[in-house]
Nanobody
């Protein structure tokens, strides 16, 4: 497993932008596929975006394509989620996730989770 620490959440008005960061510990960061999920009270955690180990391939929840962008900097052991044109429906706790197997991210079963960061979008 790898330790994950998210940051960058906060309160933003609808139409605004935020960039979330997820810093990881360990020397094997580049061995992990990374992803972002989100969860609102009473709902299951849902997949947002994922990125393979090399950063060469990214994938998104269909409903978020075009507004959210995932990227990673393997030199800094950090993955990012750039969120643009935010809507009140994007309000959630956002979680960073990691697994050496990207398929586990796709099915929502990664081996490591961060503690989450709150994103609140006001109307």
């Amino acid at each position: 497993q790898v330790q994950l620490v998210e940051s960058g959440g906060g309160l933003v008005q609808a139409g605004g932008s935020l960039r979330l960061s997820c810093a990881t510990s360990g020397r094997t960061y580049s061995s992990y596929a990374m992803g972002w999920f989100r969860q609102t009270p009473g709902k299951e955690r849902e997949f947002v975006a994922g990125i393979v180990r090399s950063g060469g391939t990214t994938y998104y929840a269909d409903s978020l394509k075009g507004r959210f962008t995932i990227s990673r900097d393997n030199a800094k052991n950090t993955v990012y989620l750039q969120m643009n044109s935010l809507k009140p429906d994007d309000t959630a706790v956002y979680y960073c996730a990691a697994d050496t197997n990207s398929n586990k991210l796709r099915i929502g079963r990664p081996g490591s989770w961060g503690q989450g960061t709150q994103v609140t979008v006001s109307s």
